[in-house]
């Protein structure tokens, strides 16, 4: 487990047991989360975590000692404690929504228990700035006190990179995001957490939901991770679901298409992109971005990576626009903005205003053309449905909310 000091935030985590994607209030079955958000080493260059994260979503086709590269970002992450083995130990696994394999073994050494098989498979997975090798086994995954998944395939790392102070990650992707990790057997999946919840019965639809809370503490429970249902009071009003884009690469990860109006003014036609937690910043085409640098005034800060706006700009700053199937989700001026409190984390100025939208480095019409990460998220409530490939979205009680 990670010492208290680090443990910056716990957030529910409730598994429930339903017969349909509905409302589940109370659920029986919780596991503690841990938003770690990483400034040990001093300031920390999100942007530039998040464009190496951005590189390897992106281009599927790169390669770390011959496999597919699915991508993380450990600077500000959010912790599972996850059980493996019979007796199990703890492993504190990164949640991520842009990567399917689970793993383990980079900090905390693996254990290995009677439930333990060693498939003799080896797995490879790059992230981006970072990868773990080494070898696949099945054992039993215990989620919480009352969850467990037998001869669930997890990777046990020989070596990795990257992963300081955590021990692996917990992936919940899409499925197909497997392929090719498998170093001997590049042709083949390896089904998922979620995958085994549902086939095993203990959830009967594969989807789980996310809320987050803006903050501007590193101290504040702000989230919740729910396998196989909704959560009433996490969102306002319907849950709207729009399907899985067809367009790749977006289409092997969670990903959907929208267009963006800054005000009244389009700045994004409907393109493919794709939503993820696990990126902090929202990213746009550069055509896209060049036109809201232009109508926010913002200016990029070399301390940061991101646009810096004054106080008169912040004034005039008018709603982003998500137009996401018949729905449209406003980002106010105020969500727009990083949180201050944070500022000097990223090596900013602590009454500087930054804004959350930057450059993905690629022109629209290239299949992947922005990502609605975190800063997104923190504002609406998601829905990620395997069972009928789609996405969906809610309000929140936070999506207006002012906190900066």
């Not at 130990?89 to 073994?105: E, K």
């Not at 980079?106 to 981006?128: D, E, F, I, L, R």
């Not at 306002?236 to 899985?244: A, E, H, K, Q, S």
């Not at 301390?303 to 982003?320: D, E, F, P, V």
């Amino acid at each position: 487990m990670f010492p208290a000091a680090s443990l910056l935030t716990i957030i529910p985590l409730a598994l429930s047991i339903t017969a349909s994607p509905v409302e589940v209030v109370n659920s029986p079955i919780t596991l503690p989360i841990a938003r770690r958000f990483n400034v040990s080493d001093g300031t920390i260059n999100l942007v530039q975590q998040d464009r190496d994260r951005v590189t390897a979503l992106k281009d599927r086709t790169l390669k770390h000692s011959g496999h597919s590269t699915p991508a993380t970002n450990v600077a500000n992450t959010y912790l599972v404690a996850v059980g493996v083995g019979s007796p199990p130990t703890t492993y504190n696994l990164v949640i991520d929504t842009g990567s399917s394999n689970t793993w383990v073994g980079a900090n905390t050494m693996y254990a290995v228990t009677k439930t333990s098989v060693n498939t003799g498979q080896p797995v490879s997975v790059s992230y981006g700035s970072g990868y773990f090798d080494g070898t696949e086994y099945t054992d039993t995954v215990t989620l919480g006190k009352g969850i467990t998944i037998p001869h669930q395939s997890i990777g046990v790392a020989v070596d990795s990179s990257g992963f300081s102070g955590v021990d692996g990650i917990l992936g919940i992707g899409p499925v197909g995001l497997t392929a090719g990790t498998l170093v001997d057997e590049p042709s083949t999946t390896i089904p998922t957490v979620a995958n085994n919840l549902h086939k095993q019965g203990t959830i009967h639809h594969e989807f789980f939901s996310i809320s987050f809370e803006p903050t501007t503490s590193v101290k504040v429970t702000n989230g919740e991770l729910t396998f196989g249902g909704t959560v009433a009071g996490k969102h306002v009003g319907p849950i709207t679901y729009t399907p899985i884009t067809k367009t790749k690469p977006a289409s092997g990860y969670w990903g959907i298409d929208q267009s963006i109006s800054y005000g009244s003014t389009t700045i994004l036609s409907s393109t493919a992109g794709i939503v993820d937690s696990g990126t902090t910043f929202l990213y746009i085409a550069s055509d896209a971005f060049d036109k809201y640098k232009s109508a926010t005034g913002g200016t990029p800060d070399a301390a940061t990576g991101l646009l810096l706006i004054s106080s008169a700009h912040y004034k005039a700053l008018k709603n982003l626009n998500f137009h996401i199937g018949s729905e449209t989700y406003t980002l106010t001026p105020n969500a727009q903005l990083w949180p201050r409190a944070l500022n000097t984390a990223l090596g900013g100025s602590s009454k500087a205003l930054y804004l959350v939208v930057a450059d993905i480095n690629t022109p629209s019409g290239q299949g992947f053309d922005f990502i609605n990460g975190y800063t997104f998220l923190e504002r609406f409530y998601s829905v990620y449905d395997a069972a009928h490939s789609r996405v969906g979205f809610a309000k929140t009680p936070y999506t207006d909310a002012t906190t900066n």
